[in-house]
């Protein structure tokens, strides 16, 4: 049985239109989450306390204060200028108390310091 061309379109309509009916209400739940998820983190990332100067300095490890898991810690580092700071560790090794390394000092556009430990010195 074929079906005339009139018969034809308004079948190959009512199909899509069916799938539009059943696909439409999905593509807009999507469309509305990823436009909040994008709000989200667009207004997470202008609060955020960007870096705005990164300096390298020379210290000493004075003491490990806390030890985490899988190689994380907070060193107590006397830098080359005099001054003693918390700097933070990912290092797999243990940094040993007396050790010199190098400490990447970050300033932030709030004024604040944050100091973590970037390698240590060859000796």
Do not use: C, N
Request: hydrophobic share 45%.
């Amino acid at each position: 049985m074929r079906l005339s061309d009139d018969k034809a379109r308004r079948l190959t309509a009512l199909v899509w239109r069916e799938r539009a009916r059943r696909w439409l209400p999905v593509l807009l739940v999507v469309l509305v989450l990823a436009g909040g998820l994008t709000f989200m983190l667009s207004s997470q990332v202008e609060r955020a306390d960007r870096t705005v100067a990164v300096h390298e300095r020379e210290g000493t490890v004075l003491s490990i204060k806390q030890g985490g898991s899988r190689g994380a810690s907070i060193v107590r580092v006397h830098l080359e200028d005099g001054r003693d700071v918390d700097a933070y560790s990912t290092s797999r090794i243990v940094v040993p108390k007396g050790s010199h390394v190098i400490v990447a000092e970050a300033r932030h556009a709030s004024g604040r310091l944050t100091y973590d430990v970037v390698r240590l010195v060859d000796q």
